[in-house]
T-cell receptor, first 115, second 112 residues
Framework: GAVVSQHPSWVICKSGTSVKIECRSL??????MFWYRQFPKQSLMLMAT?????????EQGVEKDKFLINHASLTLSTLTVTSAHPEDSSFYIC???????????FGQGTRLTVV | AQSVTQLGSHVSVSEGALVLLRCNYS??????LFWYVQYPNQGLQLLLK??????LVKGINGFEAEFKKSETSFHLTKPSAHMSDAAEYFC??????????FGSGTRLLVRP
């Protein structure tokens, strides 16, 4: 199989603090991972493409200084929400793909609540 | 550029009835098409995918979808709805880069 694990599943943080979310491919190597954001009752919006060993590619409108992405190894990508504000509260989901494969495997998501 | 349109934000069916969730796409390159299901506060589970080859694709849990290039559609069907099918369903398109563009989603309600 192909398992992608996100941690934590949920997190509550105070406004102004930073939060790190991890995305791991447990049984395969992923040169590329993707980060999505989902507001309540809405669809998933791609935030950025995370490439191992290089800078992430951000979608238009996504603040790269606010959403820091690091893809330090072939099995781990991290998303850090810096100086979080209540409007950053959302469901964040990552996905990863096997080289040569045709589908993306999703993590279980992280519910972020900023108070 | 690619895009996906899902007609109907909510679909309600009776248990045992046919399920039909509509998806139309736009793509300048041959598309890869996917249907995902999402249960509350969970990630996405792949139901089925079309990449190349047979246009009628069978997936898990009795779902299937047909790729119709002439209609730019990829509708999801299931002959007989089950209560456990109640969830949010997302159609998505990709250009093989694994970067997915999602539709707005359709919430399926199954009435007893």
């Amino acid at each position: 199989g192909a398992v992608v694990s996100q941690h934590p599943s949920w997190v509550i943080c105070k406004s102004g603090t930073s939060v790190k979310i991890e995305c791991r491919s447990l049984d395969f190597q992923a040169t590329t991972m993707f980060w999505y954001r989902q507001f309540p009752k809405q669809s998933l919006m791609l935030m950025a493409t995370s490439n191992e060993g290089s800078k992430a590619t951000y979608e238009q409108g996504v603040e790269k200084d606010k959403f820091l992405i690091n893809h330090a190894s072939l099995t781990l990508s991290t998303l850090t929400v810096t100086s979080a504000h209540p409007e950053d509260s959302s469901f964040y989901i990552c996905s990863a793909s096997k080289q040569g494969g045709t589908e993306a495997f999703f993590g279980q998501g992280t519910r972020l609540t900023v108070v | 550029a690619q895009s996906v349109t899902q007609l109907g934000s909510h679909v309600s069916v009776s248990e045992g009835a046919l399920v039909l969730l509509r998806c139309n796409y736009s793509s300048s390159v041959p598309p890869y098409l996917f249907w995902y299901v999402q249960y509350p506060n969970q990630g996405l589970q792949l139901l089925l995918k079309y990449t190349t080859g047979a246009t009628l694709v069978k997936g898990i849990n009795g779902f299937e979808a047909e790729f119709k290039k002439s209609e730019t559609s990829f509708h999801l069907t299931k002959p007989s709805a089950h209560m456990s099918d109640a969830a949010e369903y997302f159609c998505a398109v990709s250009d093989s880069s694994y970067k997915l563009i999602f539709g707005s989603g359709t919430r399926l309600l199954v009435r007893p």
